[in-house]
């Protein structure tokens, strides 16, 4: 009777365990959609043509959000209800990928949006550093840490952070600012499921 009760605890165990992997998107039923989120948002990844993810974002405290990712990475245009922003690339945006370690690129852009003209371009410079994991909640990714620098015209810096981009999910699941300074911060998704279908 022992061995019987161990033997289906076990057997539930490992069902249990089971059930939670295949909750795991991966690099084929990313294809589907899926759904990250963390304190305060919810943000729903969909493929869209020409290379483009569609990415849905809710906020527990704004107005809700769209945005247009090139391969999940780079963002072509945003809109809300604090108004809608393009950056039309000048170089091709496929060139870049698939990305590998140690890779580097600058890519410029115009900066189009409903509340003023642009003020010139802008470029966008991607340094693939190298490889890490990230974990969302019980689910573990393969990400590169890819280094991003957006700078103006006179080649003020725009904006810096390291993103931590998963090439299966074609998503970035966290944003590393300060880099190797003491104030050094990660900011990131904690859990993933599929989309709803």
Do not use: H, W
């Not at 931590?164 to 074609?170: A, F, G, N």
């Amino acid at each position: 009777m022992k061995t019987l009760t161990t033997g289906m605890a076990f057997a539930m165990l490992t069902f249990a365990g089971a059930a939670q992997a295949s909750d795991c998107v991966d690099a084929k039923s990313a294809k589907a959609g899926f759904v990250l989120e963390k304190a305060g948002i919810s943000s729903e990844f969909r493929p869209a043509p020409g290379g483009m993810v569609a990415v849905a974002n809710k906020y527990q405290s704004d107005s809700p959000q769209t945005q247009y990712l090139y391969a999940g990475l780079i963002e072509v245009f945003r809109d809300s209800d604090t108004g809608r922003l393009s950056m039309i690339p000048l170089g091709d945006l496929k060139k870049l990928f698939p990305l590998k370690a140690g890779a580097k690129s600058k890519t410029e852009f115009v900066r189009l949006s409903s509340k003023k003209a642009p003020q010139g371009t802008e470029t966008l410079a991607l340094t693939v550093k190298g490889k890490d994991t990230y974990r969302l909640g019980d689910c573990k990714y393969n990400v590169l840490v890819v280094g991003e620098t957006i700078t103006g015209e006179s080649g003020n810096v725009i904006d810096t952070f390291t993103a931590l981009y998963s090439p299966d999910l074609q998503a970035v699941l966290a944003r590393r600012y300060d880099e190797g300074t003491s104030a050094q911060s990660e900011v990131g998704f904690e859990r993933i499921k599929p989309l709803a279908q």
